[in-house]
Each structure stands twice: as structure tokens, then as C-alpha cells.
């Protein structure tokens, strides 16, 4: 079978089992298998692909119609026009957080400041951050083991050793420094509304990125409570939130002595980010 068949038979698959990106999906699976770009690929439709590939690349076939995530399958996203490594450990990143990563090199380009990215995952926030922010250090901490050892590799591929260090941290932990940027994507969906998820996103993504228990804000609130006490005064923290809990977050945020400064609005106009200054209280 030639690059044409193959990539026609993927698609035919993807689509009965409803995937909507079924032909890009076929497309970028069998450019892995042949460590090709896509676009490699597609000018050369009629190359015969061997029967060791064209194997292969049902395999991957199959695992993304039982809606595996495609990231997950390669074990890497584009993030910040990076690659990134990803696995079932870290959450995939999403566009929306490139929104929030292009508002804050704006505002801190050529200064050189500490930044502290919770709940790091990947890794993919804080090194796209810090690639553009070239005077500037910062601390992922994240409390699943496997998804800081991603984070690691990313450090490694992306040559940050020397501006960033990665610690398999809980919130809880104590941090022996006060940081100028404060940055999270905290898990934000309601834990009722999991199950009503896409299969590649409740099936696969890890729970724990996800889950902001009863009514979303656990983590959202947590985060804010404890930045209190590692942002310094006139310190900048960014969130990213979900749909409709902007009203909510910044009411959490305005009564713990924040000033909301900035939102960030999706490509659909829904507010999905806030980045705000924390004043200080009476005590600072």
C-alpha cells in the first residue's frame, strides 16, 4: 500500500467511530510511524510504505479509535510552536493556555523575575514562558512523581536546565522563597460533570488535572489561599479557569486582597484566564 491508501484507510476507520478529525488524525499517525513531517508526507502520496510500517500504523489506527488522545499515542504536542513530550501523567496542552502564555510575556518581556508554575504537568507553561522571558528563573512543582520526570525531559530538550528546576511538590510543602509570577492551570471541572467529558478526555487524561471537586473551585481556591503567603506584594498571579467561573473566582480573588488586572478570553469570547496583583493585607 502507497502513503495514499493508507492514510484513506486510516481516515475510513476514524470516521466510523465518529472522530471528527479523522483524516488529520490518519495523516499525523503515519507521519510517526515514518518519522516524517506531515507535510513530507502529503507531497509524496504515492510512496510504498513497507509491510512492517503499514502494521504499525494500524496498530495506532486502533488505539485512536478507542479514542485515545493522538498526543498521547505520538507522546508529544505542539505547545508555544514547541514539541512537547506528553504521556497519560500530564494533561495535554490546550491552545487556550498558549492565550494566557502570550499575555504574560507581554507583560514581563525584559524584565527578570522568579515565577513558580503549579501543578506544572509537562512543563510546557513555565518552559514557553521562560524561552521568551530570556533574564528570568523559574519552579514547576507538580504531586504526581511521573509527570514531573515529563516536565524533566522536556527541561532537558528544550536546553532549561540552568533556568528552571522541577520538584515533585505538593501546595502543601513548604517553598523558602516569595516569587514575582505565579502561574496555574488547576484542575477546574466540576467532579459531577466528568462523565459528561469527551471519551479521549475523561477516558485517558489524568483525573487528578481535572477534578476540581463539588462545584469546580477546590483547587482554583486552594491556589489562591496559599499564593498568599509565597507571592510577593505587587506580585502577579495567573489562573486559568474555566467557562462561567470568572464571577466566582474573582470574587475569591478580590476578598483575599487580589486586584484583577487582566481576563483572558478564548477564541469564543468565553473569559478562560484572569491574572490578577495581589495588594497585600494589613500584615505584609
Not at 495506532?60 to 504536542?77: F, G
Request: aromatic share 6%.
Amino acid at each position: 500500500m502507497n502513503v495514499l491508501d493508507l492514510v484513506n484507510f486510516g481516515a475510513k476507520k476514524l470516521r466510523q467511530k465518529k472522530i471528527v478529525s479523522s483524516k488529520l488524525d490518519s495523516e499525523i499517525l503515519l507521519s510517526k510511524i515514518l518519522n516524517k513531517e506531515r507535510e513530507a508526507l502529503l507531497i509524496n502520496l504515492d510512496q510504498e510504505i513497507c509491510e512492517r510500517s503499514n502494521l504499525k500504523f494500524k496498530e495506532l489506527i486502533n488505539r485512536r479509535s478507542l479514542k485515545e488522545p493522538v498526543a498521547y499515542i505520538i507522546e508529544e504536542k505542539e505547545f508555544w510552536s514547541k514539541n512537547f513530550f506528553v504521556g497519560p501523567d500530564t494533561l495535554i496542552p490546550r491552545p487556550e493556555t498558549e492565550l494566557i502564555v502570550e499575555k504574560l510575556v507581554k507583560i514581563f518581556k525584559e524584565q527578570k523575575i522568579s515565577i513558580l508554575d503549579i501543578g506544572t504537568g509537562s512543563g510546557c507553561i513555565l518552559i514557553s514562558i521562560l524561552s521568551e522571558l530570556k533574564k528570568s528563573r523559574g519552579i514547576g512543582i507538580d504531586i504526581s512523581k511521573k509527570a514531573i520526570s515529563i516536565a524533566k525531559k522536556n527541561q532537558k530538550k528544550h536546553a532549561m536546565q540552568n533556568k528552571i528546576k522541577f520538584l515533585n511538590k505538593s501546595l502543601d510543602s513548604k517553598l523558602y522563597q516569595k516569587f514575582d509570577l505565579i502561574v496555574s492551570n488547576p484542575p477546574y471541572i466540576k467532579s459531577s460533570e466528568i462523565k459528561n467529558l469527551d471519551e479521549d478526555i475523561k477516558k485517558y487524561e489524568p483525573r487528578i488535572a481535572l477534578d476540581g471537586g463539588n462545584d469546580g473551585l477546590d483547587l482554583i481556591k486552594k491556589v489562591i489561599y496559599k499564593t498568599k503567603y509565597i507571592l510577593k506584594v505587587k506580585g502577579t498571579l495567573a489562573l486559568e479557569i474555566g467557562n462561567e467561573q470568572f464571577k466566582k473566582v474573582s470574587k475569591i480573588l478580590i476578598e483575599r486582597n487580589f486586584k484583577v488586572e487582566h481576563i483572558i478570553t478564548d477564541y469564543r469570547d468565553n473569559i478562560r484566564g484572569v491574572i490578577s496583583t495581589y495588594i497585600g493585607s494589613k500584615h505584609d
